[in-house]
Each structure stands twice: as C-alpha cells, then as structure tokens.
C-alpha cells in the first residue's frame, strides 16, 4: 500500500511539475515541455570508423555526374560540377572487405576558387547494431585537403536525434583514378 501512494504521489508531482505548452500555425505544431530536473535525458556517444569507396569509371560506377555547367572561360575549379552517388563503405580500406552499408547522397563543386565541395550523403548502414539505421552529413568538403571535418546534422533509427562530426581522411596511396578510398572517423550524441 505504501508502495503505490509513493508511485502515485510521484506521478502527481512529475504531472504537476511538468508545464506543457502549445503553438498551433497553418502548417506545423509545437510543444515546449520542462520536466522536472531529476529527470534527465541521456545522450550516448558513438564513434564508427569505416571506408567509403568511390568507383569513378569501370563497368559498374558508383559516382555519376549530373550536372555539366556552362562555364564562361576557363574555370580551375569546376563550380557547378554535380555528381550522384551510391558507394560501398566497408570495415576495412579494401574494396573486397566487410561491407558495413552505404553512402547514398550528391556532391557539388561549389567554390569558384578551389575544389571545396558541399557534400549531402545518408550514410545508410547495413551490417550489425545499426542495420537500418542512418546518419546524415551535410557540410563543405574542401576535397584536396588530406584530412577534413564535416558536420553529422541527424540521423534515423537508432541514430534519431544524432548530432555530431565526420573527420574524413583521403588514402592516396591506396586510390587510383577508377577507384577513390575515405577513411570516415564519425563521432554521434544521440539518445
């Protein structure tokens, strides 16, 4: 008996204690809620490493390009330059290791002084905890740089809610012109 009033009277004041409110527009609905502050929302943080293959030419290519620009004169960097995208990322940097998913999404030259793109890629996993799950990366890409940091702005699934960042870090020494290799360190807060 004591057990439930105690249960009760906690619900009554988490009931009490918790203000809602809400905003109604034409076309959205937003609720504020404070909970009360011994309740807190946890976040996990989750780091993935794994490798994204470009294949460029070849019988099955997994880069096409989209969009040609006219280009007034002579332009180095090739602003306007669109290409889609659909390439296997594995555990580890060859192309015959485990597959961990794939990275579906577009990229662009956007820069008319160097070769800095603007990447959206769905990181969208197949293998393992995360089957099903996505992360998404939307950020400039300045592709010549050997390392670089792009930001992780959502994600589904088991990755709901995730912020983070992407450090992508180019393997020369292991591409070719037909076949580009990443190697993605991915670091996530998500519920």
Not at 19 to 43: C, N
Not at 175 to 185: G, K, L, M, N, P
């Given at each position: 008996?004591?057990?439930?009033?105690?249960?009760?009277?906690?619900?009554?004041?988490?009931?009490?204690?918790?203000?809602?409110?809400?905003?109604?527009?034409?076309?959205?609905?937003?609720?504020?809620?404070?909970?009360?502050?011994?309740?807190?929302?946890?976040?996990?943080?989750?780091?993935?490493?794994?490798?994204?293959?470009?294949?460029?030419?070849?019988?099955?290519?997994?880069?096409?390009?989209?969009?040609?620009?006219?280009?007034?004169?002579?332009?180095?960097?090739?602003?306007?330059?669109?290409?889609?995208?659909?390439?296997?990322?594995?555990?580890?940097?060859?192309?015959?290791?485990?597959?961990?998913?794939?990275?579906?999404?577009?990229?662009?030259?956007?820069?008319?002084?160097?070769?800095?793109?603007?990447?959206?890629?769905?990181?969208?996993?197949?293998?393992?905890?995360?089957?099903?799950?996505?992360?998404?990366?939307?950020?400039?890409?300045?592709?010549?740089?050997t390392v670089r940091e792009m930001p992780i702005v959502g994600g589904t699934g088991v990755f709901r809610f995730a912020k983070g960042y992407a450090i992508a870090k180019s393997h020369w020494d292991l591409?070719?012109?037909?076949?580009?290799?990443?190697?993605?360190?991915?670091?996530?807060?998500?519920?």
């Amino acid at each position: 008996m004591a057990q439930s009033l105690r249960f009760f009277f906690l619900f009554l004041v988490a009931l009490i204690s918790a203000h809602i409110t809400t905003t109604r527009g034409a076309f959205s609905q937003q609720s504020h809620i404070t909970l009360p502050t011994d309740q807190q929302l946890t976040q996990k943080l989750t780091h993935l490493h794994f490798f994204y293959h470009d294949i460029l030419e070849g019988k099955n290519p997994t880069v096409v390009q989209i969009i040609y620009p006219q280009q007034s004169g002579d332009s180095p960097s090739g602003f306007g330059t669109t290409f889609m995208m659909d390439n296997l990322l594995t555990e580890g940097p060859e192309l015959s290791s485990n597959p961990v998913g794939r990275a579906q999404g577009l990229f662009g030259l956007a820069s008319l002084e160097d070769r800095g793109m603007v990447m959206l890629i769905n990181f969208a996993f197949t293998e393992g905890d995360y089957a099903g799950s996505t992360l998404s990366l939307l950020g400039r890409n300045p592709v010549h740089d050997t390392v670089r940091e792009m930001p992780i702005v959502g994600g589904t699934g088991v990755f709901r809610f995730a912020k983070g960042y992407a450090i992508a870090k180019s393997h020369w020494d292991l591409s070719t012109s037909e076949h580009f290799v990443v190697e993605y360190d991915v670091t996530i807060s998500h519920p």
